[in-house]
């Protein structure tokens, strides 16, 4: 019924307020005369029909002049008592003139005041009780909720939500001793130590946290306690947002794994994120990925005279473009976007972009970053993130950009998987390029994984609680790196801004976390359990696999220790091994010809001569290779040898 009524039209609404106003006040007019002559008697009623009658003509225009019929009766609060003085006031006043001027019997000032009493408390009444009665018939549907935080903040949430259909809030937690035991808006606070005992008294599966005044680390304090209780954590949106209308409710979002990995913000260095940026001609490689668009929108807030978009994918480039698009005409940038379709290794074509676009900074974030894929695959791996990066470099200087800043990785130090070998070969390309000597300044930025991103970890693990589990986990000691993905962005752009040439900038990742700790992690946050020998209750199975081809237990950043600071305290200089360029120049040309033979033996001795730290953890894993007893050796040569002649001179072009 409270629902049909919720649907009907607002005009329908306040004409049915008034109605019920319309028969209640004059019987309210009544009860004061009934109190005042302490009798009650027919002839009263008759004798007094017309003054309780004039009190509704009167009672219905004042009401609706002091806006009585505007307040949503499912959102009113402890503000309307004001105006039910004004309108019992107004009323009163009103009424006890007309009765001294046109009544034979005009209204005394004791049945005026029992009249002003009951009518202000009617109004109260009455508007509590509706609201009540339609907030309550459908609080069986709704998700019973206990909120943290008994604060401003947490007040203002529980007021938000009551009158809505998604939330039931049942009780308050609070860490300050001073809020415990007291009631808000008729809400019991209790201390954080019970709430495990309250959430299965009462039933509640979802906590709401209402503390918006803290900080992260304190956040990941509280959200670390609540974790392990496997209860669904929501963060709420700013109360500012909800009580200006610029959020609602139903904003509100689980706590997710980002929330506990992400570590103190500190301040980026404005200065370093313009210096290659603002009013420059930048180009993106790998702009639909998952670093290079979030480089994008760092880029478009510092506001280029240009960015060039370079994407091999069609459907990554049109999504990221319709993206930045819609950026630069919300906010009124000045900013020309070109989207390019091609590829890293189109050497050529690239030099023709970036003279034809007068590129200032080119970010390099294109690559195959998938370690087993990257594994399964060693040439094309090497030909896109190593020949890849020595054909950007070459087009690069050829086009006089200033400045050429690599996206690497972590997995680049001590590499034992193909991926991480071939990043580091980049590195070296870049080394040796930028002691060469030329109008481009060549710099490298190398961090860990990053949260969220396409290689991630994490959203592998969110499908598969969606799906009732199993985890998969390659090994119960495995450790990562972890870092946001606006994060990273910003600190490769301020990163970039600090390059002399041939720098090899190390990102500060924090500590490293523990993939079997980050999966029961996200279980918990799920609302479930994970199940062991200690809770075969458990809804999610955690499954260990092994590790796969080239993976490594633990990642690390640094090949040796010749590291200094920076002028920003999360970015670090490493000097680190070169080779000089008619070295490397000779050796890749090799290691072309390897790749073009499918040779693979020949690629990995040269990947380990190139990359003298490379040390592979498992055999050749290339599909095609390891099946290789199934082609006819007599046909493979000849095979091998046409598909040289048509590679030649598509490279040579290229």
Same mark, same amino acid.
């Given at each position: 019924?409270?629902?049909?009524?919720?649907?009907?039209?607002?005009?329908?609404?306040?004409?049915?307020?008034?109605?019920?106003?319309?028969?209640?006040?004059?019987?309210?007019?009544?009860?004061?005369?009934?109190?005042?002559?302490?009798?009650?008697?027919?002839?009263?009623?008759?004798? !007094?029909?017309?003054?309780?009658?004039?009190?509704?003509?009167?009672?219905?225009?004042?009401?609706?002049?002091?806006?009585?019929?505007?307040?949503?009766?499912?959102?009113?609060?402890?503000?309307?008592?004001?105006?039910?003085?004004?309108?019992?006031?107004?009323?009163?006043?009103?009424?006890?003139?007309?009765?001294?001027?046109?009544?034979?019997?005009?209204?005394?000032?004791?049945?005026?005041?029992?009249?002003?009493?009951?009518?202000?408390?009617?109004?109260?009444?009455?508007?509590?009780?509706?609201?009540?009665?339609?907030?309550?018939?459908?609080?069986?549907?709704?998700?019973?909720?206990?909120?943290?935080?008994?604060?401003?903040?947490?007040?203002?949430?529980?007021?938000?939500?009551?009158?809505?259909?998604?939330?039931?809030?049942?009780?308050?937690?609070?860490?300050?001793?001073?809020?415990?035991?007291?009631?808000?808006? =008729?809400?019991?606070?209790?201390?954080?130590?019970?709430?495990?005992?309250?959430?299965?008294?009462?039933?509640?599966?979802?906590?709401?946290?209402?503390?918006?005044?803290?900080?992260?680390?304190?956040?990941?304090?509280?959200?670390?306690?609540?974790?392990?209780?496997?209860?669904?954590?929501?963060?709420?949106?700013?109360?500012?947002?909800?009580?200006?209308?610029?959020?609602?409710?139903?904003?509100?979002?689980?706590?997710?794994?980002?929330?506990?990995?992400?570590?103190?913000?500190?301040?980026?260095?404005?200065?370093?994120?313009?210096?290659?940026?603002?009013?420059?001609?930048?180009?993106?490689?790998?702009?639909?990925?998952?670093?290079?668009? @979030?480089?994008?929108?760092?880029?478009?807030?510092?506001?280029?005279?240009?960015?060039?978009?370079?994407?091999?994918? @069609?459907?990554?480039?049109?999504?990221?473009?319709?993206?930045?698009? =819609?950026?630069?005409?919300?906010?009124?940038?000045?900013?020309?976007?070109?989207?390019?379709?091609?590829?890293?290794?189109?050497?050529?074509? !690239?030099?023709?972009?970036?003279?034809?676009?007068?590129?200032?900074?080119?970010?390099?974030?294109?690559?195959?970053?998938?370690?087993?894929?990257?594994?399964?695959?060693?040439?094309?791996?090497?030909? !896109?993130?190593?020949?890849?990066?020595?054909?950007?470099?070459?087009?690069?200087?050829?086009?006089?950009?200033?400045?050429?800043?690599?996206?690497?990785?972590?997995?680049?130090?001590?590499?034992?998987?193909?991926?991480?070998?071939?990043?580091?070969?980049?590195?070296?390309?870049?080394?040796?390029?930028?002691?060469?000597?030329?109008?481009?300044?060549?710099?490298?930025?190398?961090?860990?994984?990053?949260?969220?991103?396409?290689?991630?970890?994490?959203?592998?693990?969110?499908?598969?609680?969606?799906?009732?589990?199993?985890?998969?986990?390659?090994?119960?000691?495995?450790?990562?790196?972890?870092?946001?993905?606006?994060?990273?962005?910003?600190?490769?752009?301020?990163?970039?801004?600090?390059?002399?040439?041939?720098?090899?900038?190390?990102?500060?990742?924090?500590?490293?976390?523990?993939?079997?700790?980050?999966?029961?992690?996200?279980?918990?946050?799920? =609302?479930?359990?994970?199940?062991?020998?200690?809770?075969?209750?458990?809804?999610?199975?955690?499954?260990?696999?092994?590790?796969?081809? =080239?993976?490594?237990?633990?990642? #690390?950043?640094?090949?040796?220790?010749?590291?200094?600071?920076?002028?920003?305290?999360?970015?670090?200089?490493?000097?680190?091994?070169?080779?000089?360029?008619?070295?490397?120049?000779?050796?890749?040309?090799?290691?072309?010809?390897?790749?073009?033979?499918?040779?693979?033996?020949?690629?990995?001795? &040269?990947?380990?001569?190139?990359?003298?730290?490379?040390?592979?953890?498992?055999?050749?894993?290339?599909?095609?290779?390891?099946?290789? #007893?199934?082609?006819?050796?007599?046909?493979?040569?000849?095979? &091998?040898?046409?598909?040289?002649?048509?590679?030649?001179?598509?490279?040579?072009?290229?």
């Amino acid at each position: 019924m409270n629902k049909a009524f919720l649907n009907l039209p607002r005009l329908h609404k306040q004409v049915i307020a008034a109605s019920a106003d319309c028969v209640s006040i004059p019987l309210l007019v009544y009860f004061a005369l009934i109190v005042h002559l302490d009798t009650f008697s027919f002839s009263l009623l008759r004798a !007094n029909f017309w003054l309780a009658a004039g009190a509704s003509v009167i009672a219905i225009p004042v009401f609706l002049r002091l806006g009585m019929y505007r307040a949503v009766i499912r959102y009113i609060d402890q503000e309307i008592a004001l105006a039910a003085v004004y309108c019992a006031t107004l009323t009163t006043v009103l009424l006890a003139a007309g009765s001294f001027l046109l009544a034979e019997r005009p209204l005394g000032l004791a049945p005026a005041v029992i009249f002003w009493i009951s009518a202000i408390l009617y109004i109260l009444a009455s508007r509590f009780t509706a609201r009540n009665w339609l907030t309550s018939r459908g609080a069986q549907a709704k998700v019973r909720v206990a909120i943290y935080g008994a604060g401003e903040a947490g007040s203002l949430l529980a007021r938000a939500i009551l009158p809505g259909n998604e939330y039931q809030p049942v009780f308050f937690i609070d860490d300050n001793s001073q809020r415990v035991n007291t009631t808000i808006g =008729g809400i019991r606070v209790h201390p954080a130590a019970q709430l495990e005992r309250l959430a299965r008294e009462h039933q509640i599966s979802t906590v709401l946290l209402a503390m918006p005044s803290i900080s992260p680390q304190q956040q990941r304090q509280i959200l670390d306690r609540l974790a392990s209780l496997s209860l669904i954590i929501k963060v709420t949106p700013p109360i500012s947002s909800i009580v200006q209308g610029k959020a609602r409710v139903q904003d509100v979002r689980k706590i997710e794994i980002e929330d506990l990995l992400s570590r103190d913000v500190v301040s980026p260095d404005l200065q370093l994120l313009s210096v290659c940026v603002l009013g420059k001609n930048v180009m993106v490689s790998g702009a639909g990925g998952s670093i290079g668009s @979030e480089l994008c929108r760092q880029i478009i807030a510092r506001q280029p005279k240009r960015l060039v978009l370079l994407e091999i994918s @069609e459907f990554a480039l049109y999504r990221i473009e319709q993206e930045l698009l =819609g950026i630069i005409a919300e906010q009124h940038y000045d900013i020309e976007l070109i989207p390019c379709l091609g590829s890293v290794l189109e050497r050529n074509k !690239n030099t023709m972009l970036m003279s034809t676009f007068q590129i200032d900074t080119l970010y390099h974030a294109a690559a195959y970053k998938h370690v087993p894929l990257v594994e399964h695959n060693p040439i094309e791996g090497i030909r !896109n993130n190593a020949f890849g990066t020595l054909a950007l470099a070459d087009a690069a200087m050829k086009a006089r950009v200033k400045c050429f800043v690599l996206v690497s990785t972590d997995k680049a130090v001590r590499p034992t998987n193909v991926m991480g070998a071939t990043k580091r070969l980049a590195e070296l390309v870049l080394q040796a390029y930028a002691r060469r000597g030329s109008q481009t300044r060549f710099c490298m930025v190398r961090f860990g994984n990053v949260l969220g991103s396409s290689g991630s970890v994490v959203p592998l693990f969110r499908k598969q609680i969606a799906g009732g589990g199993p985890l998969t986990l390659t090994h119960p000691d495995i450790t990562r790196y972890f870092m946001t993905i606006p994060e990273a962005a910003q600190l490769v752009i301020q990163a970039g801004a600090m390059g002399q040439g041939g720098d090899v900038f190390v990102l500060d990742m924090g500590e490293p976390v523990r993939i079997a700790d980050l999966a029961v992690r996200m279980v918990h946050l799920s =609302g479930q359990e994970v199940k062991t020998k200690d809770t075969p209750h458990g809804e999610i199975e955690i499954q260990y696999v092994g590790l796969r081809p =080239g993976e490594k237990l633990y990642e #690390e950043l640094l090949i040796g220790s010749d590291v200094t600071r920076t002028e920003h305290p999360l970015i670090q200089r490493a000097k680190e091994a070169e080779l000089e360029w008619p070295v490397l120049n000779k050796l890749l040309e090799q290691l072309d010809d390897a790749c073009s033979r499918f040779d693979h033996k020949t690629v990995r001795s &040269l990947l380990q001569t190139l990359v003298r730290e490379y040390q592979p953890s498992s055999g050749i894993a290339d599909h095609a290779w390891t099946r290789r #007893e199934t082609v006819p050796l007599d046909l493979l040569p000849a095979q &091998l040898g046409a598909l040289r002649a048509v590679e030649d001179p598509l490279r040579m072009s290229a």
